[in-house]
């Protein structure tokens, strides 16, 4: 990730006040509460269990830990989960 | 992605199992093709719940292929298979329908009628009368103008003083007020005699035919025979004729009213209070809420909120206003009270007195106390006091 490539994008972006996420291809996450999580730009499911949703994004994999975890919407662009959330990190 | 969920809806989507063990690839492969998947739960290991629409359902052949997964439909919803359900059972439906419309046909024409108020007309004259104008077991409750009914009725039926038609679902209740029997008129051949209608002084007595029993100047009282219609003659056997005589005379009326000298006047201050509730079948939903008046004039209007063709729904929004009085105390002079007093008592004595009655003369006195005033009117009127009674 901290390719030169990368660090010129992100001076760019920094200078024309453009949003990271879509000119740097990261995630933008956003949590509603404990029962909703949305990714933005993400790259695919990596595993998908009841308690445990790992997601392949642009940052990294996102490991979303809680109860009855469901895939509300999974679209190009785009991933709703549901459920009762109890952590969410990179790992 | 709500307005994709009622797409999905109207073109009819799967509820679906899938099982094997690349499940995540399997999700992965679907969102690349471009398969929308949604509310996807995860059963146990191996196993997802999805829910897709049935266009996609076909793409995901190959995508099983390359994930070696297995799909099973669970339910199918959404409008096409509702329709398909319906369309398998079409006769059942069209029963239904057919049903209300039916209900609807038979309850717009009126199957019955009712007839109260009836005394001594037959309740079958009635019946065909109406049926001549146009209501009869049968007929189309929309082609019924109450008004003209009633109006007609009443032309053609002389008897009938007042005629109501309503119409409740299919009955019609025709309400109906006969005329009282007219005073029987005594024929010329029949004997009768004459009496008094009430006390009074005979100013004159013209007898044309029977005997007279009283002179011009004697006191009568009420019911007293004036002219007698048997006529006795010595040698002669007794005689009955018809009476006929004019019979003027001077009666009495008079009435008292009391004018209080306090006088309370109510005026309206302009202020109105609205209220608002519903009327469902005669039952009121209503906010008690306080009126902020004392004195006040009350005010309903009704309205009925769905109709549906000749069907008024018994849902009624009732709007009550409320108008504010104030009450003044206004103290009247002598003179004033005077003048109201005398208005009032010539109203009252015109009441009383007949039409053809000629006023001789008039008299009010005043009999003052301290809160009020009694006025009393006495008025001398001339008129004919003589009324015939058949003699049996």
């Given amino acids: ?91 | 992605m709500l307005i994709l969920r009622i797409w999905n809806y109207l073109r009819g989507y799967a509820i679906i199992i899938v099982k094997g063990i690349k499940i995540e690839r399997f999700i992965n492969l679907a969102v690349v093709n471009d398969i929308y998947l949604w509310d996807i739960e995860k059963i146990d290991y191996t196993t997802i719940k999805a829910k897709i629409s049935s266009k996609d359902f076909l793409k995901l052949r190959s995508i099983v292929r390359k994930t070696d997964s297995n799909i099973q439909i669970i339910e199918k919803c959404g409008i096409p298979f509702k329709l398909k359900k319906i369309k398998n059972r079409k006769w059942f439906f069209a029963g239904v329908a057919a049903l209300f419309i039916f209900i609807y046909i038979l309850s717009s024409y009126i199957w019955m009628i009712e007839i109260y108020g009836l005394q001594n007309i037959d309740e079958q004259v009635i019946i065909d009368n109406l049926s001549y104008e146009g209501l009869k077991i049968g007929v189309r409750k929309n082609k019924i103008n109450k008004r003209e009914i009633e109006n007609k009725m009443l032309i053609r039926m002389p008897e009938l003083t007042w005629v109501g038609l309503e119409i409740k679902g299919t009955k019609a209740f025709v309400t109906i007020v006969e005329k009282k029997p007219e005073p029987q008129l005594i024929n010329r051949d029949e004997p009768c005699d004459i009496i008094a209608s009430k006390n009074g002084v005979i100013e004159k007595i013209l007898v044309l035919n029977g005997d007279g029993m009283v002179k011009d100047g004697d006191t009568v009282k009420k019911n007293q025979l004036l002219v007698s219609g048997t006529i006795i003659r010595d040698n002669f056997p007794e005689r009955y004729v018809h009476s006929m005589a004019e019979v003027h005379a001077r009666t009495w009326y008079e009435d008292v009213e009391e004018i209080p000298y306090e006088q309370i006047e109510y005026r309206k201050s302009g202020k109105v209070y609205t209220t608002y509730s519903m009327e469902i079948i005669n039952r009121k939903l209503e906010r008690n809420k306080k009126i902020p008046y004392e004195d006040y004039n009350k005010r309903e209007r009704e309205i009925y909120v769905l109709n549906f063709g000749s069907y008024v729904f018994p849902i009624k929004l009732v709007i009550t206003e409320y108008e504010e009085l104030v009450s003044m105390t206004k103290i009247i002079s002598a003179d004033e009270a005077k003048t109201i007093c005398e208005e009032r008592l010539n109203t009252k004595i015109k009441l009383q007195i007949p039409e053809d009655a000629v006023i001789l003369n008039q008299r009010i006195e005043y009999f003052p106390n301290e809160k009020s005033l009694i006025g009393k009117i006495y008025v001398e009127v001339l008129e004919d006091i003589g009324v015939k009674v058949r003699i049996y």
Avoid: C, F, Q
């Fill in chain 1, 1 to 91: 990730m901290s390719s030169k490539s990368y660090k010129i994008k992100e001076k760019i972006s920094d200078a024309l006040e453009l949003p990271k996420d879509i000119t740097l291809d990261i995630p933008k996450i956003v949590i509603l509460g404990t029962d909703s999580v949305s990714i933005e730009n993400h790259k695919g499911i990596i595993s998908y269990k009841d308690n445990e949703v790992r997601i392949n994004t642009g940052s990294g994999i996102l490991t979303i830990t809680g109860h009855k975890l469901a895939i509300k919407s999974i679209i190009l662009e785009e991933i709703i989960i549901i459920g009762k959330i109890d952590s969410i990190g990179y790992r």
